[in-house]
């Protein structure tokens, strides 16, 4: 086993488990809004969300994101000889699904928070409905990365 393919193999395992959380997250969301604040069951919502978010999620993401910029590094000092691959069209689509997920995990966080304190404005419906984007980022980003197409 080659430093490479462990470190490939690292950041799709801590992907999987951020992905799971973005997936996750805003399930519970949708359950949540049916809770009445200050009820058990808005409370037990409460504990998971911020369980999932603090424990998996964030050391995950934080994974993610080191073991990708060692991959990048990598592929530029040893593997690929040089930095012109971040310029490539299939990369650009990499890095920009990458800055959406990071901005998507903010965002859930700060929803979390709106539960937390009984002012989450957003309805079941709308939690449903975007339930599925981190998933929709990450078809177009594996696809990018398997196909690297533009190269």
Do not use: C
């Amino acid at each position: 086993m080659n430093a490479y393919d462990l470190l490939r193999g690292l950041h799709i395992l801590a992907v999987i488990a951020w992905m799971a959380g973005l997936l996750y997250l805003p399930r519970l969301f949708a359950y949540h809004t049916d809770a009445t604040p200050g009820s058990e069951m808005d409370l037990t919502f409460q504990t998971m969300e911020l369980k999932l978010y603090r424990i998996i999620m964030g050391p995950a993401m934080v994974a993610t994101l080191v073991l990708g910029l060692a991959l990048i590094w990598f592929n530029a000092t040893a593997r690929l000889g040089g930095w012109d691959f971040l310029l490539e069209p299939w990369m650009g689509a990499k890095l920009a699904g990458v800055v959406f997920l990071i901005g998507w995990h903010h965002f859930l966080g700060a929803s979390r928070k709106r539960f937390a304190a009984g002012t989450n404005t957003r309805s079941n419906r709308f939690w449903r409905a975007t339930n599925e984007l981190p998933f929709l980022a990450a078809i177009v980003m594996v696809l990018a990365a398997t196909l690297e197409f533009g190269r």
